[in-house]
């Protein structure tokens, strides 16, 4: 990604594609203040650099069947490059995982995952992770209630 800084017209922008990534490029330009050519050049910019990583429907878990979320920290039994490969590979496979995140601390990874259930999620650990070696803990923490969950980046 090219790097390169932000000013406060793509932090508008930004803000406002993260509020309705459908907005049209009309409306993009007339809430930013520029003519449509140069807000869609600098759209595409966002795009071709990077820092716009592309667009998506946002889809209640819940709605589609995946109403189970459970945090899982991770511990490897050695943070050797070939367990760290290992368990990275294999959670590129797994479905189940919606994010991933190696971490500082106690912990080497923080996952999420998403299942229809608790049988769901015993399926995951059995059939996935507890068959990796690297792993030498699993502790998991069951979501009671989403108090708060943003999608999109917080303003400067």
């Known amino acids: 990604m090219e790097h390169f800084m932000l000013d406060a017209t793509d932090r508008r922008m930004l803000s406002l594609l993260q509020e309705d990534g459908r907005i049209t490029n009309q409306d ?8 449509p050519t140069p807000c869609l050049r600098r759209l595409k910019r966002l795009e071709d650099t990077g820092v716009i990583q592309g667009y998506s429907a946002i889809v209640d878990p819940k709605a589609y069947g995946l109403p189970f979320s459970v945090f ?21 496979g797994w479905h189940e995982v919606t994010e991933c995140y190696l971490m500082t601390g106690s912990q080497d990874y923080h996952l999420r995952v998403l299942t229809d259930g608790i049988e769901g999620y015993e399926r995951f ?15 998991s923490n069951f979501a009671l209630a989403t108090v708060k969950r943003r999608i999109g980046l917080p303003p400067l």
């Open 28 to 35: 993009l330009s007339q809430r930013i203040g520029l003519s």
């Open 72 to 92: 899982v920290a991770v511990r490897l039994s050695q943070q050797t490059q070939e367990n760290i490969a290992e368990f990275e590979r294999a959670v590129e």
């Open 125 to 139: 650990l059995k059939q996935k992770m507890t068959r990796l070696k690297c792993i030498q803990s699993v502790e």
